[in-house]
């Protein structure tokens, strides 16, 4: 069944099993709660201490911007031209961090002309071309550096990031030419330990004393963790606390103002994906209507969403011992498998539905139709559990 968000006898579902129950669907549909999206918002609004803004490749549904914006958060992170126009027409009084370091030469001129004033950078090529091109007035640059990843599912520093030494040549080259001079980092995606923040905030402390520079704001990244396994969610404040405490025992009365840029740990549980069972094959394997080139395209990355829901097509729980299973999606080509195995109940049978908890994040923006499939619904709910 071909769904569209606004179709149907209703718009706003009760949970993924009402939709189930009613509608059984034969293709993928990415349930959306505005209401847990919220509750996030204001969880990070409440805990960090300082401007929290939207990583807006997460997933940048309009409906997301809206609710974010309309929750109080009153920035967002955008990495291209696209993100920065987007966030215009949705938010247009929302401040836009243009924080990808790498940018081509138009793509810094559509920014200036759209009114960004805060950039980043881990290279000194990228600083001179926001130099020749960014007016100084109320500009921000950040240099962005790393460290060794911990804690981490995997590394955003193998792509970008100075050397400390190097983000401090570049931080005083900042100052030099009468920018804003700021930090960031980003600890990698769905970190789970503090001591990450802590080593990076220590270091930043460290950089602004090499460069005899007094840092305006501290970004400290995304890599706040959503929950994705089975078990307690993660403790983010501890997180908040351990950023709070380590900023003022770095920085002393030097503190800079803090940023931080969620985009998993804000959207990613606001959303369930529903999929349904196509075969099973051989006892072991299933292939779902959905998979890597789909709604599932990060998992081989960053390993299965553990928080999993299995229902009949009457939408009643299936209750089997649970069994390992190799997991496929429905395309043709043999690279379209979940990593490792699932645990899934031994009473399962084709037309079950497999529900995805916490899927939110990279996801709807990244399946890509290959094999004609991935077509997918967007239907909101009151609750995804």
Not at 60 to 73: E, F, N, Q
Not at 186 to 191: A, E, L, R
Request: charged share 20%.
């Amino acid at each position: 069944m071909g769904l569209t968000e606004g179709r149907g006898p209703k718009t706003l579902w009760d949970n993924p099993a009402a939709i189930i129950r009613q509608l059984a669907p034969d293709n993928p549909v990415m349930a959306f709660a505005p209401q847990i999206l919220r509750d996030n918002a204001e969880r990070f609004l409440r805990g960090f201490p300082g401007l929290v803004t939207y990583a807006v490749k997460a997933n940048p549904d309009p409906r997301v911007i809206r609710t974010l914006s309309r929750a109080g958060i009153g920035g967002f992170d955008v990495a291209s031209p696209f993100e920065i126009d987007l966030i215009g027409r949705i938010a247009p009084k929302a401040a836009r961090h243009y924080h990808n370091p790498v940018r081509s030469r138009m793509e810094i001129v559509h920014a200036v002309e759209a009114g960004i004033k805060a950039w980043s950078v881990d290279s000194f090529s990228e600083l001179e071309k926001l130099f020749d091109r960014a007016p100084a007035e109320d500009c921000e640059i950040s240099p962005r550096f790393k460290l060794p990843v911990l804690g981490a599912a995997y590394d955003f520093g193998s792509k970008f990031g100075a050397s400390p030494e190097l983000a401090a040549e570049l931080l005083r080259a900042v100052a030099a030419r009468g920018y804003i001079p700021s930090l960031t980092f980003h600890p990698g995606t769905q970190c789970s330990d503090p001591m990450a923040w802590e080593s990076y905030i220590f270091m930043a402390a460290r950089i602004c004393d090499l460069a005899g520079v007094v840092a305006r704001r501290l970004n400290v990244g995304g890599g706040f963790p959503a929950h994705r396994a089975s078990g307690p969610a993660p403790d983010l404040e501890a997180i908040f606390q351990m950023i709070d405490r380590t900023a003022s025992a770095a920085f002393g009365a030097q503190r800079p103002q803090l940023v931080c840029e969620p985009g998993r740990g804000l959207c990613a549980d606001a959303f369930s994906l529903i999929t349904r069972v196509k075969a099973l094959r051989g006892g072991s394997d299933i292939f779902l209507n959905d998979g890597v080139y789909g709604g599932l395209t990060e998992l081989p990355q960053i390993g299965n969403l553990g928080r999993l829901e299995v229902l009949t097509p009457e939408g009643t729980p299936r209750s089997g011992a649970p069994l390992p299973r190799v997991v496929f999606g429905p395309t043709c080509d043999s690279l379209d498998r979940l990593p490792g195995q699932l645990a899934l109940p031994e009473d399962l049978q084709e037309g079950d539905f497999v529900i995805f908890h916490g899927a939110g994040a990279y996801s709807t923006v990244t399946n890509t139709r290959f094999n004609g499939f991935g077509q997918m619904a967007h239907l909101s709910v009151r609750t995804v559990s």
